[in-house]
């Protein structure tokens, strides 16, 4: 992200003044002050000609003869910030995604919805077990970014409740969501805010830094910087910001954006629920060959986020045998394409001896999270060696042109020095500031590391090695 970008987005906010709108009442303040212009009344005079002097003509120098000289009329006309969507980047993200940009989003939390939130945290888990919802939605009282303020936004937990300790000793996780008392609500475009803060993810750059590997490499991955968030006026703590996979998302990622948008969890459906049915879906549950498959799945796409997902490595999508990725059913190609998400058990995560769970360099093809929920369709593909080629083929481009380490040392040393001071200030990490360094340190060790590594592996299968019957190369 170029830092224009960020500065038009910022400069965007500090011109729009203090205009308070929210998705459904600022629109029609709007539409009111239009209608007031077209009418030509003017606030203080109560004039009733065109450029609202009272004199009788349209130029406002009440001489008559219409010309151009003179200040410009003031129609009093009020704009709504949050209509003022900024251009995306280079990369095509959200301009409130920008890599130079620490945003700091306020909201004021009714006492009794922020010990709702609470309370959820605490018994996420339980409220699960019992059927009830662990994340439902509540009423923010308002939310504030710049000189946008929104009154109908609400807010809800997120995460894997299994993974909620009690608090005081965790953060809370959440989306907020501009959509849920509105479907054209939104903030500068968008739906919904994802603020991460995964315990485990000490230095807070694991989905931010593995979405841009990702994108680097022509993958169609979500966008993520990091924020702050101020609640009630006391500042909580530091998040990773995350573009959500949802209707706006699809609408920058995609030159069609109509297709099925499907969350693996449970094969959720999370877009055209009133039309969409699941023959498709079956079609491709069904495939049992690479023929069948490629009828149905755009393979190489899925083989390129694979060999991403291997390299970082990741072990909650697909390659690993996790649940957490989205497929979208795009119209232009007809065929489903692999779109990943959830990144935050990644990189250092693997810290295990080689016999280990998770063990420090994973092999690329080998390797399955030992709770695995399977993965068909990678097997099916790698199981002709045409698309074990290309898989290989995939592995050496990434890792050459998207896991390059010294790119990689260089985001990773400027984002910690943009987020330091949001970190070492945030009073609700369950973590200290020292660990918090020595957590920056370890990505980066783990990055030179697993280069290596996923490099002598690429060499022995580009260099006359074989399967040894087990997966691993062998150079016979």
Request: with cysteine.
């Amino acid at each position: 992200m170029k830092r224009h970008s960020a500065v038009m987005l910022m400069a965007m906010v500090a011109a729009c003044g203090d205009n308070v709108v929210s998705n459904t009442g600022g629109a029609r303040g709007t539409e009111e002050s239009a209608d007031a212009a077209d009418e030509g009344v003017d606030d203080e005079a109560g004039a009733t000609d065109g450029d609202g002097d009272g004199d009788g003509d349209d130029d406002g120098d009440g001489d008559g003869d219409g010309d151009d000289e003179g200040p410009p009329p003031d129609m009093r006309t009020e704009t709504d910030p949050n209509e003022e969507i900024p251009p995306p980047d280079e990369e095509g993200c959200h301009a409130i995604y920008a890599q130079d940009l620490l945003p700091t989003f306020e909201v004021t939390v009714d006492p009794v919805v922020w010990d709702l939130l609470e309370h959820e945290w605490n018994n996420g888990q339980a409220n699960e077990d019992l059927g009830v919802n662990p994340k439902p939605y509540h009423p923010l009282t308002e939310f504030k970014y710049g000189d946008i303020t929104i009154h109908d936004a609400q807010i809800r937990l997120r995460g894997n409740p299994s993974y909620w300790d009690p608090l005081p000793d965790d953060k809370m996780q959440f989306q907020i969501g501009f959509h849920t008392n509105d479907p054209d609500g939104h903030f500068l475009g968008i739906k919904r805010l994802v603020l991460e803060a995964a315990t485990y993810n000490r230095h807070m750059l694991r989905d931010r830094l593995a979405l841009s590997i990702m994108r680097d490499v022509g993958i169609r991955a979500s966008c993520a910087n990091n924020a702050r968030l101020v609640v009630n006026g006391e500042y909580y703590g530091v998040f990773t910001n995350i573009e959500k996979i949802d209707e706006a998302y699809l609408e920058r990622a995609f030159d069609d954006p109509s297709g099925d948008l499907w969350k693996r969890g449970n094969w959720r459906l999370k877009t055209n629920e009133d039309t969409a049915n699941d023959d498709r879906l079956s079609a491709l549950k069904d495939a049992a060959t690479p023929e069948e498959l490629f009828a149905v799945l755009d393979i190489e796409q899925a083989l390129r986020v694979y060999a991403a997902e291997a390299i970082i490595p990741d072990s909650d999508g697909l390659w690993a045998g996790g649940l957490n990725f989205y497929m979208y059913d795009d119209p232009l190609i007809g065929k489903f394409v692999l779109l990943p998400w959830d990144l935050d058990n990644t990189f250092e995560y693997f810290n295990d001896e080689p016999d280990g769970d998770y063990p420090a360099n994973p092999d690329p093809y080998v390797w399955e999270k030992p709770t695995t929920h399977g993965r068909p369709w990678y097997d099916i593909s790698l199981q002709d060696p045409m698309w074990f080629a290309v898989y290989v083929g995939l592995i050496d481009e990434i890792l050459h042109q998207g896991y390059d380490p010294n790119k990689l040392h260089q985001r990773i040393e400027t984002w910690t020095e943009q987020i330091e001071d949001a970190v070492f200030e945030d009073p609700n990490k369950p973590y200290s500031n020292a660990l918090y360094m020595v957590k920056v340190q370890e990505l980066h060790e783990f990055v030179d590391a697993r280069y290596a590594f996923v490099d002598n592996w690429l060499n022995c299968w580009q260099g006359g090695g074989i399967d040894d019957g087990e997966g691993y190369c062998m150079i016979p």
